[in-house]
């Protein structure tokens, strides 16, 4: 394809920029009649690397090109678009997208119509695009992480004149609702609450990748979860680069324990949040996750560094004693709670002392798990200035160590889980192993264990009967049909019609006019029966009869008790169906 059309190219400085306010669109979602027409019988893949954040994003996109038509391929070979999202957070996670792009290369080969597309946090980065369009002369378009409401737009503008486009704006940016979303699990979901990052660690590229923090409407918010929690979904994950910021934009007292606590009371079974900060990280957010059994009992809470010195030149706004008292809070209110964490080693001129307080920090509080990283400076940040004197032989050792006295708390936490039972969410069969079902307990611990396969998506009493550091391996306890049994109980239990059935019940059952009616009822349906056998008179005694029946069916709450019956017969006539 001949001359490639830059549309705009991304900037530090206007990255960096945090003035303008948020906008708050809601996206109509029109399909070019052109992207329709090629969509027709195509299909696409996305490939995502990086956090949560992107995984949403994935959804997104999938959501705008299954609205224009495509399909999802079956595998990366038959694919007829792809669009590789990418992670610029450190640099082994760009070396990995440049080895992802270029396995397209046979498609792009194999099939004349083939669209590739790149985008993502990486393509924000200056002379990103230009280096990616000159490597990989195959890719057709590029955009950037605020684009991606334009994706039918920039792809319509791509078949239009067959040329390939570059479209990165570096702006604060805003908030756009109503976007479109196929959701890759079916039980656990992830809900954006806010998006970008203020708090400018000096060694972190994402404020510059997602722009200005920004909360979307707690109703936005709550509509999602609620129709999440309709469909059945077992699991919320709350996102943001710093949930516990969230509301600060509003300025009317909204705050994350806010937004928390309504998502709890809509009942979702499993409530989780990522990530929080240990800077903006208040009791009231506590007393909240203390409070409602279905928000776990898991904080991720990154650490970074345990020495206050290099805390200082992270710009991370919190000293090792404010951390340890946040943990050590934590621990009060939230018993049994588990911690993980992000480590850095390796920063610029961290010395063996520096180090040392990190290991300290994760002795005193004995992590359930942890993301260790060795530092890789990101161009245009504050800290890849800064002259570095340790050498990479060091970073590497630290590293190691820092892994090594990680396992020890992270295998002790699993060893001490031998033998009790915990609530597993089953993801499904496990990767390795078919026969054997996978799922995470509420602290977020991996377990294996064998079981029907029906299970998938049910939370389900495992015994852990062994342990290794990643992973723990169990029994399910119960009669897997117990499960089946209790999970249509719920459902009778949770729908309307059944919950209009119960309360007419209830009220018939505690009107006294009604046992008065029932009791009449009764009387004169025995009199009337025994009145042919002694000779009486029978007309007399079925007047009586048929009058106190009209007048006990006539009774207003006994009409309502008939009317949810009728009602609740095509749900019981669903749960009998299920049963057999
Ligand atoms: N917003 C989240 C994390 C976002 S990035 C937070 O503040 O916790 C995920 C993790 O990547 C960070 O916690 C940090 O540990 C790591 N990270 C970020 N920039 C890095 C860099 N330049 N080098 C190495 N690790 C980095
Ligand atoms: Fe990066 Fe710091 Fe923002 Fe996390 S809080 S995304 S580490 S700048
Ligand atoms: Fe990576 Fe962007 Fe997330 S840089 S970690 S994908 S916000």
């Given at each position: 394809m001949g001359k490639k059309i830059y549309k705009s190219l991304p900037d530090m400085a206007k990255a960096r920029n945090r003035v303008d306010l948020p906008v708050v669109k809601a996206d109509e979602i029109a399909v070019p009649p052109r992207v329709a027409a090629f969509a027709q019988g195509r299909s696409y893949l996305i490939k995502t690397f990086g956090c949560q954040a992107n995984v949403r994003d994935e959804e997104i996109m999938a959501g705008y090109l299954e609205k224009a038509g495509f399909c999802k391929a079956n595998d990366e070979k038959s694919a007829d678009l792809v669009i590789v999202n990418t992670c610029a957070v450190r640099e082994n996670a760009e070396e990995k997208v440049y080895g992802e792009i270029g396995k397209f290369k046979a498609n792009h080969l194999a099939n004349r119509s083939f669209v590739m597309a790149v985008c993502g946090c990486m393509m924000q980065e200056e002379k990103m695009a230009e280096k990616v369009m000159a490597t990989y002369p195959y890719v057709n378009l590029i955009f950037g992480t605020h684009n991606l409401p334009q994706l039918l737009n920039l792809l319509d503008e791509h078949l239009a004149r067959k040329k390939d486009l570059v479209d990165v704006i570096s702006y604060p940016g805003d908030i756009v609702e109503n976007l479109p979303s196929i959701r890759l699990d079916p039980y656990k979901a992830f809900v954006n609450i806010t998006y970008g990052c203020d708090k400018f660690c000096t060694y972190c590229i994402v404020p510059y990748t997602r722009g200005r923090e920004r909360s979307r409407a707690k109703e936005e918010i709550l509509?999602?979860?609620?129709?999440?929690?309709?469909?059945?979904?077992?699991?919320?994950?709350?996102?943001?680069?710093?949930?516990?910021s969230y509301g600060k934009d509003f300025k009317d007292g909204t705050t994350f324990a806010?937004?928390?606590?309504?998502?709890?009371?809509?009942?979702i079974p499993r409530l989780r949040f990522m990530t929080s900060h240990p800077w903006d990280f208040d009791d009231a957010m506590l007393e909240v996750i203390g409070k409602y059994p279905n928000i776990m009992p898991f904080i991720h809470l990154p650490l970074q560094s345990g020495s206050d010195e290099i805390l200082k030149k992270m710009g991370r706004r919190y000293s090792q004693a404010d951390y340890l008292d946040l943990v050590r809070r934590i621990k009060e209110k939230i018993p049994g709670c588990a911690l993980s964490t992000d480590i850095?080693?390796?920063?610029?001129?961290?010395?063996?002392?520096?180090?040392?307080?990190?290991?300290?920090?994760?002795?005193?509080?004995?992590?359930d798990?942890?993301?260790?990283?060795?530092?890789?400076?990101r161009k245009g940040t504050p800290a890849a200035a800064m002259v570095d004197g340790v050498s990479s032989e060091d970073k590497h050792r630290r590293f190691k160590e820092l892994v090594s006295v990680i396992e020890k708390s992270v295998s002790a936490h699993a060893l001490e889980m031998v033998g009790h039972t915990y609530r597993v969410l089953v993801d499904g069969p496990s990767k390795k192993n078919e026969a054997v079902l996978s799922g995470y307990t509420e602290t977020n611990k991996l377990v294996h264990f064998q079981g029907p396969t029906y299970l998938k998506g049910h939370i389900v009493e495992v015994k852990i009967t062994e342990s290794h550091t990643y992973s723990l391996l169990g029994e399910l306890c119960d009669d897997p049909l117990l499960?089946?049994?209790?999970?249509?109980?719920?459902?009778?239990?949770?729908?309307?019609?059944?919950?209009?059935?119960?309360?007419?019940?209830?009220?018939y059952r505690n009107d006294p006019s009604v046992a008065q009616a029932r009791d009449a009822l009764e009387s004169a349906q025995?009199?009337?029966?025994?009145?042919?056998?002694?000779?009486e008179d029978v007309s007399a005694k079925k007047k009586a009869y048929l009058e106190a029946k009209q007048h006990y069916e006539n009774h207003p709450l006994v009409q309502n008790l008939q009317a949810a019956i009728s009602d609740l017969k095509p749900l019981l006539e669903q749960v009998e169906a299920a049963l057999k």
């Amino acid at each position: 394809m001949g001359k490639k059309i830059y549309k705009s190219l991304p900037d530090m400085a206007k990255a960096r920029n945090r003035v303008d306010l948020p906008v708050v669109k809601a996206d109509e979602i029109a399909v070019p009649p052109r992207v329709a027409a090629f969509a027709q019988g195509r299909s696409y893949l996305i490939k995502t690397f990086g956090c949560q954040a992107n995984v949403r994003d994935e959804e997104i996109m999938a959501g705008y090109l299954e609205k224009a038509g495509f399909c999802k391929a079956n595998d990366e070979k038959s694919a007829d678009l792809v669009i590789v999202n990418t992670c610029a957070v450190r640099e082994n996670a760009e070396e990995k997208v440049y080895g992802e792009i270029g396995k397209f290369k046979a498609n792009h080969l194999a099939n004349r119509s083939f669209v590739m597309a790149v985008c993502g946090c990486m393509m924000q980065e200056e002379k990103m695009a230009e280096k990616v369009m000159a490597t990989y002369p195959y890719v057709n378009l590029i955009f950037g992480t605020h684009n991606l409401p334009q994706l039918l737009n920039l792809l319509d503008e791509h078949l239009a004149r067959k040329k390939d486009l570059v479209d990165v704006i570096s702006y604060p940016g805003d908030i756009v609702e109503n976007l479109p979303s196929i959701r890759l699990d079916p039980y656990k979901a992830f809900v954006n609450i806010t998006y970008g990052c203020d708090k400018f660690c000096t060694y972190c590229i994402v404020p510059y990748t997602r722009g200005r923090e920004r909360s979307r409407a707690k109703e936005e918010i709550l509509a999602e979860c609620k129709a999440l929690v309709e469909e059945g979904y077992q699991e919320i994950t709350l996102l943001g680069q710093n949930v516990n910021s969230y509301g600060k934009d509003f300025k009317d007292g909204t705050t994350f324990a806010t937004i928390l606590e309504e998502v709890a009371k809509l009942g979702i079974p499993r409530l989780r949040f990522m990530t929080s900060h240990p800077w903006d990280f208040d009791d009231a957010m506590l007393e909240v996750i203390g409070k409602y059994p279905n928000i776990m009992p898991f904080i991720h809470l990154p650490l970074q560094s345990g020495s206050d010195e290099i805390l200082k030149k992270m710009g991370r706004r919190y000293s090792q004693a404010d951390y340890l008292d946040l943990v050590r809070r934590i621990k009060e209110k939230i018993p049994g709670c588990a911690l993980s964490t992000d480590i850095i080693v390796g920063f610029p001129n961290e010395t063996e002392e520096d180090f040392q307080e990190t290991l300290k920090v994760c002795e005193a509080v004995g992590y359930d798990s942890a993301f260790t990283f060795i530092y890789s400076p990101r161009k245009g940040t504050p800290a890849a200035a800064m002259v570095d004197g340790v050498s990479s032989e060091d970073k590497h050792r630290r590293f190691k160590e820092l892994v090594s006295v990680i396992e020890k708390s992270v295998s002790a936490h699993a060893l001490e889980m031998v033998g009790h039972t915990y609530r597993v969410l089953v993801d499904g069969p496990s990767k390795k192993n078919e026969a054997v079902l996978s799922g995470y307990t509420e602290t977020n611990k991996l377990v294996h264990f064998q079981g029907p396969t029906y299970l998938k998506g049910h939370i389900v009493e495992v015994k852990i009967t062994e342990s290794h550091t990643y992973s723990l391996l169990g029994e399910l306890c119960d009669d897997p049909l117990l499960y089946l049994a209790k999970d249509l109980s719920a459902k009778l239990h949770g729908e309307e019609a059944s919950q209009r059935y119960f309360q007419a019940l209830e009220a018939y059952r505690n009107d006294p006019s009604v046992a008065q009616a029932r009791d009449a009822l009764e009387s004169a349906q025995r009199q009337f029966a025994t009145s042919s056998k002694n000779g009486e008179d029978v007309s007399a005694k079925k007047k009586a009869y048929l009058e106190a029946k009209q007048h006990y069916e006539n009774h207003p709450l006994v009409q309502n008790l008939q009317a949810a019956i009728s009602d609740l017969k095509p749900l019981l006539e669903q749960v009998e169906a299920a049963l057999k």
